[in-house]
């Protein structure tokens, strides 16, 4: 699939989602990239939200970029505080 085409995709799928994983004051800790990476296997796509206490020490765009590379993911879309990661399915090994 075509990067604009997924990106328009998962946008519209997730359009009336709420966000499953939230980042709090203590920015982006192993435990929430765990959490995403458990999430991303099950469902390929998701929405973070980042609390305004996570923004007193990284910016919004910082914070979105270091998930995406850390969980090898595709950062989707960013507005306000909420973003958007999708990764493609595993191919399984046979």
Request: charged share 35%.
């Amino acid at each position: 699939m075509n990067t604009s085409k997924t990106k328009r995709f998962v946008k519209h799928k997730l359009q009336k989602a709420s966000p499953t994983v939230w980042i709090g004051k203590e920015g982006l800790t192993a435990q929430s990239i765990e959490e995403i990476e458990k999430q991303l296997k099950k469902s390929r796509m998701l929405k973070i939200k980042i609390l305004t206490s996570a923004l007193q020490e990284e910016t919004k765009k910082n914070i979105a970029t270091k998930a995406a590379e850390q969980t090898g993911a595709l950062l989707v879309d960013l507005r306000g505080n909420i973003f958007i990661l999708y990764r493609r399915k595993e191919k399984q090994e046979t």
